[in-house]
């Protein structure tokens, strides 16, 4: 098909609406009347005179496709000229000079809009044969700008807030009301709160937890839970994922895609009262960014409606303060979804005669527990059954290890089999679970291997392991490194590998001694006033675990008193009413240990 004349397209009087002839369809080719400019009409006409001539279809939408996809830029000059004249714009809105100055240095989509807008006016005026035209270039860009409509918002937003231009006119729309002197106030109060005052490392922990909360989320959600959880994926779906939630301004962007009502919630009348309450109930100022970040939609609340949600959780026996701790940890707990899933889980434990007391103490302390539904607890509950676990024993557990419960059941499974292969059966599996929870919520290889390997390499004989792990299975969960300071101290005062493997095997509890609260002082008196040998506590190293004031110097001192001298075992190993009569010839209840300070 050909085009033979212009005469019906210089007779459309309204350049919105122009449109070329109807052309045949070519595949993965789009045309869009309204992007057509006057450039490009002119561009279009210009081959074409009163003659007729004629252009290929083909031919036409090349050049149409090229013109649209490659748009003139505007130069340098025109630039500079639309920023100088928007800041002033912005100026006259009540913007002091450097922030104007700011917003439109630094909001070059907005910027480049204006001056295309005002190079298509003029092209129009020049296609139609006007006259020219008494406005300067910069009194034009003013113009357009204020047909936007939108008093500088949307430059603001691009430029401050990060908005692309489509998304900061998008936003813009709510904020009609809002001048820009209070949007600027705002957003400088909310970004304050969000992204100063705290280290990188604590700002990490904003995405670790985010991704916690995320993984163990296995209830229906309300909407504004939902609308978190978008939020939560923009920021994962960038560079550096949910790392990055509370350590970049960039997240504020996203934070503004997606709760853009944020911009309308007064600063003085509700942001300052929130943040005033939270630190009334202990939560300290750099981590209100947690709750905010972690859990947007509470800042549509009112400090009111955040005090009725507290009730709920009254019968955990929660103090003001202890429900800012869990709402630093788990902000969702505001949420009506969770706060129903709270009934449910108390329920869910009352059936299983579950003391209450200890249900609340594992929410307290591990309040993530809200987000998981009671099918998953249940099978993770049968499988605590199994060893043994019920009732008063499950309660120590869960208070003791609330994580436990939010763990897969196959990960517990491999820890029962990695102490079954140590040689421990399954009844002394469970009370090894009952004692010390916190095992089967450890990684067996970073873990549990890694101590093992560690006491092997001391010198612990691997046939005296489990002996050790069954008296002392809080080791498993220690840190080696304190772990290792300990048994370097005993080395330094004189003993051997030998004789501290040997100790081991006997007393394993002595991994867990503190050097200055426990092996040092008790160390010092035994060398020092009693005057044995340090290597007395090979024999008998359950020596440490007697109490120094209350035990070990009063029954040292009723010895010398008597010029009497015994092992550390027969001293300390013996009850009152024996110690009394084997070595005071008295009944228990006329001993006395009184020091001889004291006589």
Known sequence: MAITTTKSLLSISNPPLLSPPPLPQQQHTTLSSSSLTPKTLSFLLKPLNTTTQTLSSSTIKTHLNFSLQHPPQPSDDKIKQAQVAVSGFLQSLGVSVEEADYIAMNSSKYVEMLVGSVDDLDEWNSWKGGGEDELGFGDKVVYMAKEKGDYGKVAFLESVVGLSLASAMGVARYLAKETLPELIHKVKYMKEIFFSGSDDIDKGLIGKNAHRMMMHLSIPIDEDVQQTLSFFSKIEARRGGLQMLGSTENSF??????????????????????????????????????????????????VKDIETKQLAFTKVGLADKDFGKMLVKYPWILSTSIQENYKEIASFFEYDKVPRRKVDRAIKSWPHLLGCSTVKLRVMVDQLHE?????????????????????KPQEVLEVVSFLRDLGFEREQVGEIMGRC???????????????????????????????????????????????FRRLEYLMEVGLSKRDIS??????????????????????????????KRVRDVVEYPRYFSYSLEKKIKPRFYVLKARNMNCSLKDMLGKNDEDFATDFMGLAVGTMTTDTPSDK
């Open 253 to 302: 962007r996203y934070l503004i895609e997606s709760f853009p009502r944020l911009l309308l919630s007064p600063v003085e009348s509700n942001l300052v009262h929130m943040v005033n309450f939270f630190e009334s109930i202990g939560v300290p100022k750099h981590r209100i960014r947690n709750i905010l970040l972690l859990y947007p939609p509470v800042m549509f609340c009112t």
């Open 387 to 407: 060893l043994g676990v019920r009732n008063e024993q499950l309660g120590q557990v869960i208070a003791k290890s609330p994580q436990l419960l939010l763990r």
């Open 437 to 483: 929870p916190e095992i089967f919520a450890t990684s067996i290889d970073k873990t549990l291997n890694r101590k093992l390997e560690s006491l092997s390499d001391f010198g612990v004989s691997k046939v005296d392991l489990p002996r050790i792990i069954k008296k002392y299975p809080e080791f498993l969960v220690s840190d080696v490194g304190s772990m």
């Open 502 to 531: 040997w100790m081991l095997r006997r007393f394993s509890p002595l991994l867990g001694y503190s050097i200055e609260k426990v092996l040092r002082p008790k160390t010092e008196f035994l060398v020092n006033t009693m005057e």
